[in-house]
Every structure is written in C-alpha cells, then in structure tokens.
C-alpha cells in the first residue's frame, strides 16, 4: 500500500512559468513533510520541508503548501528555470524514516 | 567537509552471488538508511538503523541484510543475489530531520 503517491509522472512547463508538483498520503501520523531533487546518475538532494504545525513554507523560488485535511501537499517553484529540470520526490516522515513517493519528471522548457 | 560516500559504484553480478554494498558517513549521524529506486516506484527503504547494534526492516526487506557495528557504516548484504534485485541502491544518514544522500550504487544481476 503507497503511502505516498506522485500521481503524475511528469510535468513539462516553459521557462519562467510556475510549476506545481502535487504528492498525497494517506497516513494521518506523518508530520514532517519534504521534497527533494534527483539528477541522473547524482543522489537525491534535500529541497524544502514543512512541518505538519505549518500550512506553508518559502525558500527563493520554491514553495511547499500543506493541506492536512485533504492529506495533500504541493511544491511551487515560480519562476522555472531550465537547471530546475530533474526528477522531484516527495517524503514524509512519522518516526524518523521517511517514505517517498514514485517522483515526478520536471523538464523545464526554454 | 563531511560527507557520505557510496562503493562500488557499479557492480555486475550473477544470480546466486553474495553482494555487500558499502555506506560510510562522516556527519557522526546516529541515523541511517538504504533506499532502492526503480522506476515506477520510487525510492524504498530497504533497512535502516538508529544507531550501532541496532537494524529494522523496511518496506522491501527481503533478500536483503544490514550490520551496524560502529556509528560511521552500515553495509548491505544480499544474500543470493536476484534479478529483481537489479536496481540502483542509496545509502543516506540523517539526526533526525533532512536525510543525506550518497550518490547511488547500480547494481547489475545477471
């Protein structure tokens, strides 16, 4: 049973628009929220979180907004820019370990 | 700079074989884990650790083993090699908050 779905595989958007990657669990316990980053062939690497006491948190160009009741999360990066292209995880966390979604492919288009 | 490295970081076997994977961190991190990325999947934990002497099981434990004998390793073992096991393996540490990652072992089963 996923916890964590990614339900789009992909998102392509153009260069300087906002793209918006969604993630939702099911799990009630989780909360700690975050999202990472993928480059092939490269670790993933740590984005942006959000605890489950928050319903959003800003950094640059990315923002993560937090629906509990609907135990739905979303990551806004405006504007895109081309080296934002890469494989987006999401993750949430209830006792320390965190369980991923399947990741969504971002290809930011100049 | 504190780090975590990953070895090897390609390794073609054949069925059957005995594979270990190593993992070693440098951030002192009582934390750490072993994710496996497929495509379609995602990222899933395989076994992780709260310290020395101590090991879990996660999502896809089978065929699979883990040590901690001291704070900076956590190698992992598969036993009889498999197919299915063909994949690409991350080893991350944590403290608890942001999990990070090395930068990936592929694994061939042949």
């Known amino acids: 049973d996923q916890q964590v779905k990614q339900n789009s595989p992909s998102l392509s958007v153009q260069e300087g628009r906002i793209s918006i990657l969604n993630c939702d669990y099911t799990n009630s316990m989780f909360d700690y929220f975050l999202w990472y980053k993928k480059y092939p062939a490269e670790g993933p690497t740590f984005l942006i979180s959000?605890?489950?006491?928050?319903d959003k948190n800003e950094d640059g160009r990315f923002t993560v907004f937090l629906n509990k009741s609907a135990k739905h999360l979303s990551l806004h990066i405006v504007p895109s820019q081309p080296g934002d292209s890469a494989v987006y995880f999401c993750?949430?966390?209830?006792?320390?370990?965190?369980?991923f979604g399947q990741g969504t492919t971002l290809q930011v288009k100049p | 700079d504190a780090e975590i490295t990953q070895s090897p970081r390609h390794k073609i076997t054949e069925t059957g074989r005995q594979v270990t994977l190593a993992c070693h961190q440098t951030?002192?991190?009582?934390?750490m884990f072993w994710y496996r990325q497929d495509l379609g999947h995602g990222l899933r934990l395989i076994h992780y650790s709260y310290g020395v002497q101590d090991t879990n099981k996660g999502e896809v434990s089978d065929g699979y083993s883990v040590s901690r004998s001291n704070t900076e390793d956590l190698p992992l073992t598969l036993e009889s090699a498999a197919s299915s096991q063909t994949s690409v393996y991350f080893c991350?540490?944590?403290?608890?908050?942001?999990?990070?990652f090395g930068e990936g072992s592929r694994l061939t089963v042949l």
């Open positions: 959000i605890s489950s006491i928050k």
């Open positions: 951030w002192n991190h009582n934390n």
């Open positions: 993750a949430a966390s209830a006792t320390g370990k965190l369980i």
């Open positions: 991350a540490s944590s403290e608890g908050g942001e999990l990070f």
